[in-house]
C-alpha cells in the first residue's frame, strides 16, 4: 500500500478547497466560477478518503463528463495514493451505467450482451417504425421524433406514461412511435444513449435488493460538471446516495455526496441538462453544506475581468467574484478578418509568430469555433501552411460507413437480435438480398411477432411468405455466414482476429481492395486502423476493477473482462468528442481544433475564439430568444475561461454559409467586454483599400473601436451583396423568415403587414430592436 500522508494530500490547496476535502458527513455543494480549482478538489477529496480516511476504493464512485477526463482523475489519484485507486468506478454517466446493467441484465429481463444504439442507429430505429406506422416523414421527421422522445427519456417519462399524458396530434404520435421504438428496443436486445440512464433509475428504483446492493457498495459519491445534468441523472443521483430511510435489512444510510458545478457553464440546456439541480442542491439536500471557491488558478486578471464582465449580463444568477493573482497579463487581442479565410490566416500566423518566438509550443494552442461546420477553413489553411493539428470531433472515425458496417458485423456476432446493426449488413457487401425480401422478412417479423433474426431463420426455412428461392438462398448464405463467424468469439479468438474474419469473409476486403475509387483505398486504411485499434485494445491489461470493499458481496461481473469483444464494443459506442482530445507533448505537438461544447474543463496557455459573428457566435437561433441568449453567454463565459495566458478573439466580416457569402456584424459579446481590455488588430493595408463602407455592430457602435466599421474587401463579395440588395425589391417576407439587414444586422421577421407596395415587416433585431420596415425600393437586407 502507498504510504499517503494526509498533511500531504492537503498541499497546495488554499482554506476553502481544504474545507471541501476534508468535510465528512452531510451532502457538499462546491460551487464556484471556472479555473477556481473545483476538479481538483474532487480528484483531492478522493485521494483524501483513501490515504486519510481509510476508505476502501471500491467504495468510491466518481462521475465525471468525460471518458478522458475519467482517466486522467483516475491516474491522479494513483500518484497520490498508488494503484490500489485503481478499483474504484471513476467513469462517465454512461459507462457507470452500463456497468450496472450488465451486471443486472437479467433483472430487466435482457441479455448481458445488450447492444448499445447510438444516435444515428437509433434514429435509423425511429425510420423504420415511424415508415411502419405509415406517418408522412415530411411532417414526422425521425429526427425531430428522435429529439421528442430523447427529451422524455431525460425527463424520465416513459413510452406509456407519454402515450397516457399525450394531449394533442404531436404528442399522441410521438407516444406512439415511443411505444413501438421501445418494443424494437427491447425485441434487438438494445437500448439507446438515454434508456442506460433511464433503466438504471428504473432499476435502482423497482428492486429494493438491487439499490440496497449498490447502496452498500458505494459509500461516496462524487459529481463533476453537476450543472450539466439533466433530470434523468439528477435522479439517478439521488437513487444511487439513497435516503437512509430504508427499514430492517434495507437500512443503509445514506452515501457521502460530493458535487461541484458552475451555474455559469451550465451549456447542455438542449440535452435537458439543468441549472436547478445546481442552484437547488440545498433544498433537494436540506443538510447540506455549501463550500465557494473564489480564487482562480488558471487565467490572467484581463481574462478573468473579460469573463466576468461578459457573463454579468445574464439576468438572474448569482453573482460571484473570482480574482486571480496572476496580474492583469496580456490584453486580450481581438481581429476583424475581410472573410473566414482571412481570419484562418491570422490565427495560423499568431500560432507561428508566438511558436517562433518561442513563448508557446503547438499542444499550448486551442482554436475553438461554435460549430464542427467552421474547422474546414482553419484546416485548408493549416495544412497548407504545414502547421500541424487536430480537430476534436466533426464526422468522427466510428461514424465513417466503412467502420460503422464493421462494428455492426461485430455487434451481431456479440448480440444475435441486434436488429438493426442486422440489417445494416444484411446486404453489405452486396450478396442479392435486395429491399424487397427485406421487407418479406421484416413483414414476417411483424405479422409473427418475432424478432428480425427469428424471421430471417425462418425465410432460410422456406417459411416467410412472398420469399423468391433466389432470396432465399442468399439469406441462407448470409445466416450460414454469420454463424461461422460467431465462432471465433465462442472460440476466444480476439477481437482483432474476429474482425479480420469478418472483413476476409464477408467479401468485403476484397471488394474495396478491387475498387479503384480512391475513397475505397482510404476506407481501407480506416479499417486497418480500426484493426489496430482492436488489437490495442486486446493488450490492455486487466484492470483489478472487480475489488469490491469488505462487507458488501463480491461481485461476480462488474462489466465486460478487458479485452473481449463486448468490452470492444462498449468503448466503441461510448467514444466521445472530448475523449480525442490529444494530450500534451514535449515534441511540439498539434494545435487542438474543437467547438466551445468541447472545451469544457479543458485549459490551454493560448486559446483562439474564432467566429464572433452575431447569427454565428451567438448562434442564429439565440437572436431572437433571451433565454438561448443566455446560453450562448455561458458558452462565451466556458470558452473566454479554457484561456491561461493570451487570449484571441476574432471575427469575419463576411463569411459563407449554406454556400452563399452572409455579411456578419460583429458577436454583441465584444461590446460586453470592457473596451480598455481590447488590442484591436486592424485589417492589413493591403486589405483594406476601400470599396464601400458599412457599419457594421450590434447597436452602440461597438465591437470595439475603429474596428466595426469594416470595409468589403472582395469585388465578389461586393457584387454578391448588391445582388442580395435587388432581390430584397422582388422579395417577400413571412413569419418566421431570417433577414440580414445591412445597419440593423441579423433579425427575424416577427409580423407582416399590408399589400403592395405597402407593404411591410416588423423585424426584431435582438439588441438593435424591433424595427419596421417598408419592403418596397432597394431596402439594404437580404433574406437568408
Ligand atoms: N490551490 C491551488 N494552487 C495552485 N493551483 C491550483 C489550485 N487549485 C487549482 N489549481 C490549478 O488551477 C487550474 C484550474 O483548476 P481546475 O481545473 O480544478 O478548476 P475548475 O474549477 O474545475 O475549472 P472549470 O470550471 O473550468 O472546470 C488547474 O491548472 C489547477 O491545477
Ligand atoms: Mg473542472
Redesign the pocket.
Request: hydrophobic content about 25%.
Given at each position: 500500500m502507498h504510504p499517503a500522508d494526509p498533511a500531504a494530500l492537503l498541499e497546495?490547496?488554499?482554506d476553502q478547497?481544504r474545507r471541501a476535502v476534508e468535510h465528512t458527513g452531510s451532502p457538499l455543494l462546491v460551487v464556484?466560477?471556472?479555473?477556481?480549482?473545483?476538479?481538483?478538489?474532487l480528484t483531492r477529496r478522493i485521494a483524501y478518503l483513501l490515504g486519510a480516511r481509510q476508505v476502501h476504493p471500491g467504495q468510491v464512485l466518481a462521475i465525471t463528463f468525460t471518458n478522458k477526463a475519467a482517466a486522467e482523475m483516475k491516474e491522479r489519484v494513483a500518484e497520490l495514493v498508488g494503484r490500489r485507486a485503481n478499483a474504484m468506478w471513476v467513469s462517465t454517466f454512461h459507462s457507470m451505467c452500463v456497468r450496472v446493467l450488465r451486471r443486472e441484465a437479467k433483472t430487466l429481463g435482457m441479455t448481458s450482451s445488450f447492444s448499445i444504439y447510438d444516435s444515428d442507429d437509433s434514429k435509423r430505429l425511429i425510420t423504420l417504425v415511424a415508415r411502419d406506422l405509415d406517418l408522412d416523414p415530411k411532417r414526422y421527421a425521425a429526427r425531430s421524433l428522435a429529439v421528442h422522445i430523447s427529451n422524455l427519456k431525460n425527463e424520465l417519462v416513459d413510452a406509456e406514461t407519454a402515450a397516457g399524458n399525450a394531449t394533442n396530434d404531436l404528442e399522441r404520435r410521438v407516444a406512439e412511435v415511443y411505444v413501438e421504438y421501445q418494443r424494437r428496443l427491447r425485441e434487438a436486445n438494445a437500448m439507446d444513449f438515454d434508456d442506460l440512464i433511464m433503466r438504471t433509475v428504473e432499476l435502482l428504483q423497482t428492486f429494493p435488493d438491487v439499490a440496497e446492493y449498490y447502496h452498500r457498495r458505494f459509500r461516496h459519491v462524487l459529481v463533476d460538471?453537476y450543472q450539466d445534468t439533466n433530470h434523468a441523472q439528477y435522479t439517478l443521483v439521488r437513487e444511487l446516495v439513497g435516503t437512509g430511510r430504508g427499514t430492517g435489512e434495507h437500512a443503509v444510510p445514506p452515501a457521502e455526496l460530493c458535487v461541484?458545478g458552475?451555474a455559469d457553464?451550465s451549456i447542455y440546456a438542449f440535452r435537458g441538462a439543468t441549472i436547478r439541480n445546481i442552484v437547488e442542491f440545498e433544498r433537494d439536500y436540506p443538510q447540506a453544506t455549501t463550500v465557494l471557491?473564489e480564487q482562480n488558478?488558471?487565467s490572467t486578471q484581463n481574462i478573468l475581468t473579460a469573463a466576468n464582465a461578459v457573463i454579468s449580463r445574464n439576468p438572474d444568477r448569482r453573482d460571484k467574484r473570482l480574482w486571480t493573482a496572476m496580474g492583469d497579463g496580456e490584453k486580450i487581442v481581438a481581429y476583424v478578418g475581410d472573410n473566414e479565410h482571412d481570419e484562418a490566416n491570422f490565427v495560423a500566423g499568431e500560432i507561428d509568430r508566438l511558436v517562433d518566438a518561442g513563448i508557446a509550443n503547438n499542444s499550448d494552442v486551442a482554436v475553438f469555433y461554435r460549430t464542427n461546420n467552421q474547422s474546414r477553413v482553419f484546416e485548408e489553411i493549416f495544412i497548407r501552411l504545414g502547421l500541424p493539428y487536430k480537430v476534436v470531433g466533426g464526422v468522427r472515425f466510428y461514424e465513417r460507413r466503412e467502420i460503422r458496417d464493421a462494428v455492426a458485423y461485430l455487434r451481431v456476432l456479440a448480440n444475435p437480435e441486434d436488429t438493426v446493426s442486422l440489417r445494416r449488413i444484411l446486404n453489405v457487401p452486396k450478396r442479392g438480398i435486395g429491399e424487397r425480401a427485406e421487407a418479406c422478412v421484416a413483414m414476417h417479423a411483424e405479422r409473427e411477432r418475432v424478432s428480425f433474426n427469428t424471421a430471417l431463420r425462418a425465410a432460410t426455412e422456406g417459411r416467410v411468405a412472398m420469399l423468391n428461392p433466389r432470396s432465399q438462398r442468399a439469406i441462407a448464405g448470409f445466416v450460414e455466414l454469420v454463424d461461422g463467424l460467431r465462432r471465433f468469439v465462442d472460440d476466444g479468438q480476439d477481437v482483432a482476429e474476429v474482425l479480420d474474419a469478418v472483413l476476409e469473409q464477408t467479401g468485403y476486403r476484397a471488394e474495396l481492395e478491387a475498387s479503384d475509387d480512391p475513397q475505397d483505398a482510404s476506407r481501407l486504411e480506416n479499417l486497418t486502423e480500426l484493426i489496430t485499434v482492436a488489437r490495442e485494445f486486446t493488450e490492455l491489461p486487466d484492470a483489478p476493477e472487480d475489488d469490491a470493499p469488505e462487507g458488501s458481496a463480491p461481485i461476480e461481473t462488474t462489466g465486460p473482462a478487458a479485452g473481449t469483444l463486448a468490452a470492444f464494443l462498449e468503448r466503441v459506442s461510448l467514444v466521445a468528442d472530448a475523449d480525442q482530445v490529444p494530450d500534451e507533448d514535449d515534441t511540439g505537438g498539434v494545435v487542438t481544433l474543437m467547438t466551445l461544447h468541447t472545451a469544457?474543463?479543458l485549459?490551454y496557455p493560448v486559446v483562439f475564439s474564432t467566429g464572433w459573428e452575431d447569427g454565428v457566435f451567438p448562434h442564429m437561433r439565440a437572436l431572437s430568444d433571451p433565454v438561448e441568449l443566455a446560453e450562448e453567454r455561458r458558452l462565451a463565459y466556458v470558452g473566454i475561461?479554457r484561456a491561461r495566458e493570451r487570449l484571441y478573439l476574432s471575427r469575419a466580416v463576411v463569411r459563407s454559409a449554406w454556400g452563399q457569402p452572409m455579411t456578419n456584424p460583429a458577436s454583441r459579446f465584444f461590446d460586453e467586454i470592457p473596451a480598455d481590455l481590447l488590442d484591436w488588430r486592424r485589417l492589413g493595408p493591403e486589405r483594406s483599400s476601400p470599396v464601400r463602407a458599412t457599419t457594421f455592430g450590434s447597436g452602440s457602435g461597438g465591437g470595439g473601436g475603429g474596428a466595426s466599421r469594416s470595409t468589403f474587401g472582395s469585388r465578389g463579395t461586393r457584387s454578391q451583396a448588391t445582388r442580395g440588395w435587388q432581390e430584397t425589391a422582388a422579395l417577400t417576407l413571412e413569419v418566421g423568415d431570417r433577414v440580414n439587414h445591412d445597419k440593423y444586422g441579423l433579425g427575424r421577421v416577427v409580423a407582416t403587414d399590408g399589400q403592395g407596395p405597402r407593404t411591410t415587416a416588423t423585424i426584431d433585431f435582438g439588441t438593435a430592436g424591433t424595427i419596421r420596415l417598408m419592403l418596397i425600393g432597394s431596402v439594404p437586407m437580404v433574406k437568408l
Open positions: 497546495g490547496l488554499n478547497q464556484a466560477g471556472a479555473g477556481s480549482g473545483k476538479t481538483r478538489v460538471e461541484v458552475d457553464q471557491l488558478y488558471r469544457k474543463g485549459e475561461t
